[in-house]
Nanobody, 120 residues
Framework: QVQLAESGGGLVQAGGSLRLSCAASGSILGIGVMSWYRQAPGKQRELAAT???????NYADSVKGRFTISRDNAKNTVYLQMNALKPEDTAVYYCNADIYIGAPYPLNYWGQGTQVTVSP
């Protein structure tokens, strides 16, 4: 059984910073793309940032220049450094990963989500 466990959310004032972590555990043979999504109240879940197994990154325009995604392959962990936070960044942040557990193709997994609240 594979699990993704997020941590690092919380309450911060506008302009502040937070660092989210997501660790994958279980019978993992390898991890492909890892991503952070977010879902604000009353809105659809949206992609915030993604990183390939080789380290290539992509960001939503709304977070580009403020957020940095990174990963530690030895620890099966992905991070999201969030700087210059704005109230509109308030959302539940979800970790997502393509994980190889035995088949020649990856299975997609979600974390349980961590709340980020940015006060004005």
């Amino acid at each position: 059984q594979v699990q993704l466990a997020e941590s690092g959310g919380g309450l911060v004032q506008a302009g502040g910073s937070l660092r989210l972590s997501c660790a994958a555990s279980g019978s993992i043979l390898g991890i492909g793309v890892m991503s952070w999504y977010r879902q604000a109240p009353g809105k659809q879940r949206e992609l915030a940032a993604t990183i390939s197994s080789g380290g290539s990154t992509n960001y939503a325009d709304s977070v580009k220049g403020r957020f940095t995604i990174s990963r530690d392959n030895a620890k099966n962990t992905v991070y999201l450094q969030m700087n210059a936070l704005k109230p509109e960044d308030t959302a539940v942040y979800y970790c997502n990963a393509d994980i190889y557990i035995g088949a020649p193709y990856p299975l997609n997994y979600w974390g349980q989500g961590t709340q980020v609240t940015v006060s004005p």
